[in-house]
């Protein structure tokens, strides 16, 4: 029986290796992690993440072929294919801060299986990773010359959350980079065998080792230049009264651009968009490449914009100041179907309105207050760096308050945000809402999900991102630029 062991029970490794498990039980898969809450979770009937469909695919293995454990040495030391898994977060210290990914974990692990293994390995990147990333790995594999043959892949992993287990279950391919000798060509042979048990063969795409490498990060940077692309279209389209819906729509029937990541919304979040871009564009610049990375870096900008634009609409709206007003933020997460809030845009807009002395109060149906609470007290980077978190001033905290209830959240609130484009907030009684406000009763819609004209009628003042302005909202002045 061929024995996986996965490094990292996280987004990617827990889905992943679940569906290789469900979907091949002639092979054992063990997720391993130093996070003992992680694996004990995974382990119970509360899993540590939020996905659609991922417990029925768990359940559906877990026991049999698929098990979860902190004996990390043990599993690896068995296992005849290791992915590696881990965070690789942006630095936050040091050379490349800001940008360069953070490999310490990546190191760490590839250090230990060096170290532990007594056989031949395929080791494989599951993470995403900076180009090249694989002949650093080599070195530090071979370095104590135990004679064990180690081939490296490039795997990167295309999930995204909220659609993980659909993604896997009918990846658009699978990518499996390798060395181009002999032994480099057996090792991807075994890994497509792996996902041939349910993966078409023509959608498994083979190739050398950098190209796989970095088509991940092109992949990434090219989703996320669609969004800011489109952000930036709604920023003209709010000038001059054109609809963006209407002008995404006109555009994606274009077969050559296609219908897909053209919707206008308050701007991207997520664990992987920003970074792996910033990654990117530290790549460029360390190649000399200061124009390509120029203009990758503007993705980010414009990202960054759409959400200081946000914030501005908001305080401009409400005759320039929110300070001791209620705002009500409807979801927290970065995107429907997850509870994960890495950077998340609500995190800047809701700074933003703190900034101005707002008072918050904010309502996700899968985020705890706990972690929203966390997320706002810490800096730029930090969510993947433990040791740097702070708690929330107890200033900054009178301010913020968490519920468990859209109405509850917009009970005599002067202005509510829509930043997540939860199912249940298209199906809100909204003359309810209305009733419960302030009046003027104002609503933001950054996730283009109410219907504007049926607000309006309600007695709404209504902004939508991308959407002809109303009046009240087009004729006041702009706030200063902050
Ligand atoms: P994550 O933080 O959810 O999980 C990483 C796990 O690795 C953590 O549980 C951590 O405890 C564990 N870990 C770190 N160092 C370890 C070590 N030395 N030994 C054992 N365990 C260790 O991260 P994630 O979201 O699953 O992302 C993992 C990688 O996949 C990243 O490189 C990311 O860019 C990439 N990726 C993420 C997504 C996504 O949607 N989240 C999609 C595609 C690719
Ligand atoms: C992304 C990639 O899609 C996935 O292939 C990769 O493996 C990991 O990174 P993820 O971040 O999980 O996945 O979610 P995604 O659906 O890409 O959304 C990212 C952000 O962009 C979210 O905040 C989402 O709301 C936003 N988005 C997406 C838009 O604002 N408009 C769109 O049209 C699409």
Redesign the pocket.
Known sequence: MVKICCIGAGYVGGPTMAMIAFKCPDIEVVVVDISVARINAWNSDRLPIFEPGLEDVVKGCRGRNLFFSYDVEKHVAAADIVFVSVNTPTKTRGLGAGKAADLTYWESAARMIADVSKSDKIVVEKS?VPVKTAEAIEKILTHNNKGINFQILSN????????AIE?LAKPDRVLIGGRETPEGQKAIEALKAVYAHWVPEENIITMNLWSAELS?LA??AI??Q??SS??AMSALCEATGADVSEVAYAVGKDSRIGP??????????????QK?ILNLVYICECNGLTEVANYWKQVVQINDYQKSRFVKRVVSSMFNTVSGKKIAILGFA???D?G?TRE??AIDVCHGLLGDNAKISIYDPQVTADQIMRDLAMNKFDWDHPQHLQPMSPTAAKKVDVVWDAYEATKNAHGVCIL??WDEFKKLDYKKVYDGMQKPAFIFDG?NVINVEELRKIGFIVYSVGKPLDPWVKDLPAAPPS
């Open positions: 995403t990167p992993e295309f999930l995204a959350e909220g659609t993604d991940k992949a990434n989703l996320a669609r969004i489109i952000n897909k990541f053209l919707n206008a919304s308050v701007g991207f979040g997520g664990s992987c968009f792996d970065f995107k429907k997850t994960d998340t845009a997540t484009e996730r």
